[in-house]
Every structure is written in C-alpha cells, then in structure tokens.
C-alpha cells in the first residue's frame, strides 16, 4: 500500500498543498481529524513579555520576527490547533504570563493531565530570578498531576548576546533550576535546555527537539535516516515537516545550525519557486525534488517523501556521482517510511475498536455496589497524524 493509498484513505488530496502555506483548516478534512480533546498539548509558560506567543506566532503562523514587536499581552490561555496542514498534530496552549495557580479557576489536573511538553519560556536578557521562581512553582505542580511531562526550558532572546555570555547564562539557569527542584525533592525530574532566539533557527531547532520526543516512532525513523545516508554516500539527511520546517528527524551525526539553516532555506526556495510556476495548490507533490549546488562542492538534495515531509540531505558533489543508487535508496526509504506510518494507523484503528468494545462491555454490565469507573480518556500523547 502506498503513502497516497494511505492518505486517501483517511480522505486527503495527495496533490494539494495548503492554500495559505499556514495552518488554515482544509474545508474537507477537519471533521476527520483526531479530537482537539485527545491531541497531545504543548503548554508554552513563562514570565510576561518573556516571549512566549512571538515563539508561537514566528514558528506555526509565519510571522515574521519584527513583526512581533506589535503583539499584545496574553490576557487568557490561546489554544492552538496545529492541525491538518500538517504531519504533526497537537495543540499549542498559549498562557498568560501572569496566570496563577492559586487561583480556583486554574484546573491543573485538566491542563497538565493531557499535556505532552511543557515549554517555559525563559528572558535570558532579563532577570532571571523571578522566572527560576515560577518556573520551579509550574514543575512541581504539573510533575505532581502527570510525571510524563517533559520539561523543556527556552532560554529565549538570545540575540546579541556573545556566545561565552549565552554558554554562562545557560549553566547559571541549569544549575539554579536543578539545585531549586533537588531542594524540593524532585532531583529525578530530567530538564533539556535550549538557547533560542526567534531572529534565527534556533526557535525552529529548539521546538524540532521538543517535537521529535512525542513521536514514538523516532527510533525506527532515525535508524531508517542512518541506514539511508551510509549507504548512499550522505553526510546529512533531515526529515522535514514542510509546512514548518520542523524537523521530525535526522541521522546519528551531530546537527550543526549551519547544516540545519541551509536545508530550511532550501524548502523557502523550493516552495517559493515552484509556487511561481505551478499552481499554488500543487507547490509541494509528489513530483516535488531539487538540487542544489553550493561553490564549496557540496550539494543540496531534496525529495518528496509524502504530503508532508520532505527528505533534504546534504552531500559531497563526488558521492552525486552515483545519483542512480542514491535515488534507488530513497525510494526505499520512501516505502519504509510509509509501512512505518501503515501500522501505526492499523494499531489506531485496533486501539479504537478496542476502545469501544469495553465502553459497550461496561455500558451493558450490570451494576454491582463496589462498581469501578471506567476512563476511556485517551493516554495517547503521539504527535504524529
Ligand atoms: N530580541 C528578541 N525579542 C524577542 C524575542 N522573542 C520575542 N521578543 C520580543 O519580546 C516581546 C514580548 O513578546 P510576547 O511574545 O508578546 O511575550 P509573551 O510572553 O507572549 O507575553 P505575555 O503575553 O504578556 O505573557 C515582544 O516585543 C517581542 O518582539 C527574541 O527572540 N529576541
């Protein structure tokens, strides 16, 4: 079964792309999409004005960074359905810095129960002290409601700032948060660090690694990168999420940002030129390939992998020679890809059927006095669709 076998059956067009290369809903798909209920969440906290709904607006909306200048305070949680458009699939939910758990209002166990990530955005070029405070406050209530959270502290804003003094920063915040959270008695609490900025990569490098850990299938997904790029002669190779240049992900090999911003510079010029010379709704098929070659005898290759995801690698002119084995292997990889994402729909459906079956079992059982209840919410916190 192909990938457009696939997409066809759960009702897309494999040759559309969104019209608005955003994350407008398509007419005819939003009412089969999963619940907005049991997508995974991203909750995005943080101190006022530390940057939280520019990280949001630049990565998923497109917005260009000067123009976050002119954003207004959050005044109440802004969810996001990062939906349809797109392989991944969860919601954003945008706080307002001033939110307060003390208050009745704030229904944690809501909130962090069906939470995924938890991103505290982080100003490097404030004081920090305030933020360590808070930020030590929201672990610990959200680790108490559900321990599966992953915590990822942006330390944001980090333009112009020298690299020494954003190293410095870095370990200063890493070491106060740790010491804070060991002192409450929760030393077994892993938190990942990332230094971003919206005025470059780092914004979409950081949510790349935040992303990648809601998918379960990265290990199968990764290794099939490995396999690709040994045998074919390829230094680099990302697996794009075009519509926002996540990368979902990559081979074993470091990632250094040059590599990274040279493949999403690539997908600009790819859906930019094709946008001018193909009708705007096909500007990313499955026809979609480019190469590119840069002066220093390295070249640019990218290949459609389904709908959404683009394969973009990066390797030395000689390795090209050999295009036909290259090719030969991403088609393999292409058809791997897609029995990777076959089970897991399979797996869904069971898991559905499931589902209903015990809600039919408990539904017609009689009713005893020491009856337990039932929760049929969904556990599943994976992102992709
Ligand atoms: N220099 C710099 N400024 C940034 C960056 N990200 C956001 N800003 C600026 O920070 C200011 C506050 O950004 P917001 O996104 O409104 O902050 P927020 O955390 O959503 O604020 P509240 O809604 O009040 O909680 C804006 O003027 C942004 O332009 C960044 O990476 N670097």
Same mark, same amino acid.
């Given at each position: 079964m192909s990938y457009q076998d696939e997409e066809e059956q759960m009702g897309y067009h494999v040759d559309s792309f969104p019209k608005d290369f955003g994350y407008g809903a398509f007419e005819h798909e939003s009412d089969s999409q999963t619940s907005s209920e049991?997508?995974? %969440?991203?909750?995005?906290?943080?101190?006022? %004005?530390?940057?939280?709904?520019?990280?949001?607006?630049? #990565?998923?909306?497109?917005?260009?960074?000067?123009e976050t200048l002119f954003l207004e305070s959050?005044?109440?949680?802004?969810?996001?359905d990062i939906n349809n458009s797109s392989f991944v699939q969860f919601q954003i939910w945008d706080f307002p810095g001033q939110i307060d758990f003390i208050d009745p209002n704030f229904d944690s166990d809501m909130i962090f129960g069906g939470c995924g990530a938890l991103v505290f955005v982080i100003d490097a070029k404030d004081d920090y002290n305030e933020a360590l405070t808070k930020f030590k406050n929201t672990v610990i209530k959200a680790y108490k409601v559900n321990p599966r959270i992953k915590f990822e502290v942006f330390i944001h804003k980090v333009d112009g700032i020298s690299d020494d003094s954003k190293i410095e920063c870095q370990r200063d915040i890493h070491q106060k948060a $740790?010491?804070?959270?060991?002192?409450?008695?929760? @030393? +077994?609490?892993?938190?990942?660090?990332?230094?971003?900025s919206i005025y470059d990569h780092s914004i979409f490098e950081a949510f790349s690694k935040v992303v990648q850990k809601l998918i379960p299938q990265l290990p199968t997904l990764e290794n099939l990168l490995n396999i690709?790029? $040994? @045998?074919?002669?390829?230094?680099?190779?990302?697996?794009?999420?075009? #519509?926002s240049k996540i990368y979902i992900a990559t081979d074993c090999t470091p990632v250094d940002m040059q590599s990274y911003e040279l493949c999403c510079d690539m997908i600009d010029v790819v859906i930019d030129l094709s946008s001018i010379y193909s009708?705007?709704?096909t500007a990313f098929d499955n026809q979609s390939s480019s190469l590119i070659k840069l002066n220093n005898s390295t070249i640019l290759y990218l290949r459609e992998v389904n709908k959404f995801l683009a394969l973009v690698?990066?390797? %030395?002119?000689? @390795?090209? @020679?050999? +295009?036909?084995?290259?090719d030969y292997n991403f088609l393999c990889f292409r058809e791997a890809i897609s029995q990777v994402f076959e089970l897991r729909l399979k797996n869904r459906k069971l898991e559905t059927l499931e589902e209903q079956d015990e809600e039919e079992e408990y539904k017609n059982a009689p009713i005893t006095n020491g009856g337990t209840s039932v929760n049929t919410e969904s556990t599943d916190n994976s992102i992709l669709a």
């Open positions: 049991t997508k995974p %969440r991203i909750l995005l906290m943080g101190l006022r %004005r530390s940057g939280k709904s520019s990280i949001q607006k630049v #990565v998923f909306h497109k917005m260009s960074p000067n959050t005044s109440k949680i802004v969810k996001d $740790t010491d804070d959270l060991s002192d409450a008695g929760l @030393n +077994q609490i892993h938190l990942s660090f990332h230094l971003t690709l790029i $040994t @045998n074919s002669g390829i230094e680099k190779a990302f697996l794009f999420d075009v #519509v009708s705007e709704e690698c990066i390797l %030395r002119e000689d @390795n090209f @020679n050999h +295009q036909g084995v290259i």
